[in-house]
């Protein structure tokens, strides 16, 4: 898979898929399970945190930032951009 780096600066400017990247539901709890450990780890030890995630042309990116909050469908990134849930391919903390 060829994966493009972008700053979290950047995540504002994107463009999400509409759908789904993650097709089992065991796949979507673990995805949310990663998440929640990312934004604790976040938190408390400032760590960053990769995220991997399909825009809406199908091209996957990744960057690495703190996870400020993961609330319902979007998880909020450091500088206050917002990424919907259904785009992250990965979580990597």
Do not use: C
């Amino acid at each position: 898979m060829n994966v493009r780096k972008i700053a979290p600066e950047q995540i504002s400017l994107m463009h999400f898929t509409h759908q789904d990247v993650l097709g089992d539901e065991e796949q979507k709890i673990l995805r949310a399970h990663k998440l929640v450990k990312a934004v604790m780890l976040s938190n408390l030890e400032h760590q960053d945190v990769g995220l991997i995630l399909k825009l809406d042309t199908g091209e996957v990116i990744e960057t690495f930032s703190n996870l400020v909050d993961f609330a319902d469908n979007y998880v909020e990134v450091k500088g206050g951009s917002f990424i919907p849930v259904w785009a992250i391919v990965d979580v990597e903390a």
